[in-house]
Nanobody, 131 residues
């Protein structure tokens, strides 16, 4: 099982940027489709981004398109993925989770993916954006 640990959350002001990190332990994250999710109290965990094996297919929620980007650093010992969040808004507030699903399907993210599609999850990192 891939063990995931997120970091990089915090309290920022509207318009600021944050970069969330998700470090994997146990397996090379290149072999996984990666999703980022956000959850606010009282609501279901929602998908923010999805990136397939080789990042061939990627998708972002409409609410973050153009502001959030995804990247991997798996060629080094870091074995990490990142969610760069620019132009943050108060509605971006929530706990952010990275998730992984072992898959060599490069088209995996061409289908909308939910929480049930991923086997491995991190513990989450809180992002709070003040007005």
């Amino acid at each position: 099982q891939l063990h995931l640990v997120e970091s990089g959350g915090g309290l920022v002001q509207s318009g600021d940027s944050l970069r969330l990190s998700c470090i994997g332990r146990g397996y090379n994250m290149d072999h996984y489709a990666i999703g980022w999710f956000r959850q606010v109290p009282g609501k279901e965990r929602e998908a923010i981004s999805c990136s397939s094996y080789k990042d061939t297919s990627t998708s972002f929620a409409d609410a973050v398109k153009g502001r959030f980007t995804f990247s991997r650093d798996t060629d080094t010992v870091k074995n990490a993925v990142y969610l760069q969040m620019n132009g943050l808004k108060p509605e971006d507030t929530g706990v952010y989770y990275c998730a992984a699903q072992f898959s060599y399907n490069e088209n995996w993210c061409r289908t909308a993916r939910g929480t049930h599609d991923y086997n491995d999850w991190g513990q989450g990192t809180q992002v709070t954006v003040s007005p």
